[in-house]
């Protein structure tokens, strides 16, 4: 059974880098998905923010792209997600998830982690 | 802000039937495929509907989806208490190429 589980500090100071990682059970990532991050911030709806290909592709929101860093560790089987210069406007819940590679749906997530960015 | 729009809540009795909308606001929605998530509280989302109207394995068939020009609707019928939470449509958008969710709407089940 696929799982994944968002790890990573949940405080991060303004201006600062927010890192978090996504450990994957039951499939390897190197195999035929997207590995995406999703966030919702207070008040607002799902927002994507990007996803890896096993190929190291990646496609990032234009809105956050110029602060935004995923990776994959096929060692780990685990992906991460950096954000740059974070502001107080992206605390929020953030997930991990697959997305298919032909597909637009994420059909596994993780739980969420409540990240909160502080002054 | 959600290219996609839904209500913010809707609410049924126990047994009844409600319907979410999901409405696009470009013409190329008119073309995409529509996929509904269903979060419960302290779960993990969860794929309800994917291309309009297909249910993964293991999803009751209480709900169903289905599209029609620039609007998706997520049906579910029977409410059941544990259907509280929260339900997002979302669409792969081929300008942002990316995906793009709704607002959610949260589901009260009175």
């Known amino acids: 059974q696929v799982q994944l589980q968002e790890s990573g500090p949940g405080l991060v100071k303004s201006s600062e880098t927010l890192s978090l990682t996504c450990f994957v059970s039951g499939y390897s990532i190197t195999s035929d998905y997207f590995w995406g991050w999703i966030r919702q911030s207070p008040g607002k709806g799902l927002e994507w923010i990007g996803h890896i290909y096993h190929s190291g592709t990646t496609y990032y929101n234009p809105s956050l792209k110029s602060r935004v860093t995923i990776s994959l560790d096929p060692s780990k089987n685990e992906f991460s997600l950096n954000l740059g210069s974070v502001t107080a406007t992206d605390t929020g819940l953030y997930y991990c998830a697959r997305l298919g590679a032909a597909s637009s749906w994420f059909d596994r997530w993780g739980r969420g982690t409540l990240v909160t960015v502080s002054s | 802000q959600s290219l996609l729009t839904q209500p913010p809540s809707a609410s049924g009795a126990p047994g009844q039937s409600v319907t979410i909308s999901c409405s696009g606001g470009?013409?190329?929605?008119?073309?995409?495929?529509v996929n509904w998530y269903q979060r419960l509280p302290e779960a993990a989302p969860k794929l309800l509907i994917y291309?309009?109207?297909l249910r993964p394995s293991g999803v009751s068939d209480r709900f169903s989806g289905s599209k029609s020009g620039t609007s998706a609707s997520l049906d579910i019928r029977g409410l059941q208490s544990e259907d509280e939470g929260d339900y997002f449509c979302?669409?792969?958008?081929?300008?942002?190429?990316?995906?793009?969710f709704g607002g959610g709407t949260r589901l009260t089940v009175l």
């Open positions: 470009s013409s190329s929605f008119e073309t995409s495929t």
């Open positions: 979302s669409t792969w958008d081929v300008s942002l190429k990316g995906v793009v």
């Open positions: 291309f309009n109207s």
